[in-house]
């Protein structure tokens, strides 16, 4: 794990199971981690970053592996990298996890059966990242 997708301006918003799961994870309770790993912002909750701007968990490599947040285990298989071959192309750069050689169509479709078999697809926007909405 190279960590270039744990850095950056956004942040990573938490949703409800993702609150759960990763205050299991650290075993806290739910208000504890939003109140020390958390703000909100334009009414959602989402992680911090350190000073450095990676996430607040991430120390060579991610600290929560196993309580990620579910943006965090779908990464490099957003909705935009998956419909935008232009997406696709510009995260062959920042992303060594991605074989370019394969071809977009091969991504998508390894995209799509990786989000299927890690119960990821969502298709309800209002409680799931944008970055996870797909239509089938």
Known sequence: M???CCQGEGGIVLTDTDRERLADHLGIDQDELVRR????R????HLICGDDG?????????GVHPGRPDICRAWPYFRGNLVDETSWKMIQEYCPGI???AGHAEFVRQ???YLHDKGLLRYDPDTSPNALICDD
């Open 2 to 4: 190279c960590g270039h």
């Open 37 to 40: 790993y958390t703000r909100e």
């Open 42 to 45: 334009c009414g959602k909750i």
């Open 54 to 62: 990676y996430c607040v968990f991430f120390d060579q490599g991610c």
């Open 99 to 101: 074989n370019a050689d």
């Open 111 to 113: 995209g799509r059966r």
